[in-house]
């Protein structure tokens, strides 16, 4: 597609529901990016794909936090047993790789709210 | 640890003025430097970057400065426009140690007033 796509736009789930987050990259985009920004705060990294494999998961922030990319395309974060301090909004990214200069294209991004 | 740092969380600067947003760093590692700048409801849009081989990049309106022995870099918008309020957001990489993560500071809020 000609940006990045996500979805749903906004989300509102009770505690201790599972979500799924869903990123479509820009066609030919190899590497894949997930970030969170809470409120106030700047933008947190969580993963990093390059392809189908994650060579950086540093940034999850708990066992509850899971991400996968098939095909090289979509990938789909999802968070398990949901907690009030997971509400943010969860950016994804994509660039044509990960070597070089590195700019990233960012999605408008999935706003999750936990009641 | 915050390594990317923007110390102004706002800033309001009147049209067709300078706006000048600041940044400063920790990580010596760090050798790519980019500027974002994010509307509400819409994802951060990639503004200007500058390796840390110069101390300058220039596009339009919008410089970058970067002063390596200070770890700070900055970016002046003149002048200044009323679409240019948004949030700036400050990013850094090392490409040296293969690091392509961006790490973000939190940003500053950018207002110009007519």
């Known amino acids: 597609g000609a940006g990045v796509s996500q979805s749903p736009s906004n989300k509102v789930t009770e505690k201790g529901k599972d979500v799924e987050l869903r990123c479509d990259p820009i066609?030919?985009?190899?590497?894949l990016y997930w970030y969170r920004q809470s409120l106030g705060q700047g933008l947190e990294f969580l993963i990093y794909?390059?392809?189908?494999?994650?060579?950086?998961k540093s940034g999850l922030p708990s066992d509850r936090f899971s991400a996968e990319r098939t095909g090289g395309s979509v990938s789909t974060l999802t968070i398990q047993r949901t907690q009030q301090e997971d509400s943010a909004v969860y950016l994804c990214?994509?660039?044509?790789?990960?070597?070089?200069?590195?700019?990233?294209?960012f999605g408008a991004g999935s706003r999750l709210t936990v009641l | 640890d915050q390594q990317v740092k923007q110390n102004s969380p706002s800033l309001s600067v009147q049209e067709g003025r300078i706006s000048i947003l600041n940044c400063d760093y920790t990580n010596s590692m760090f050798d790519y430097f980019l500027w974002y700048k994010k509307y509400p409801a819409e994802g951060p849009t990639f503004l200007i970057s500058i390796s840390s081989i110069k101390d300058k990049n220039e596009d339009g309106r919008f410089t970058v400065f970067l002063n390596k022995s200070a770890k700070h870099l900055s970016l002046h918008i003149v002048p200044s426009q009323p679409g240019d309020s948004a949030v700036y957001f400050c990013a850094a990489s090392g490409l040296n140690f293969g690091n392509e993560k961006l790490t973000f500071g939190t940003g500053t809020r950018l207002t110009i007033i007519p």
């Open positions: 794909f390059q392809g189908n494999s994650a060579p950086d």
């Open positions: 066609s030919g985009h190899t590497a």
């Open positions: 990214a994509s660039s044509p790789d990960s070597s070089g200069a590195n700019v990233l294209t």
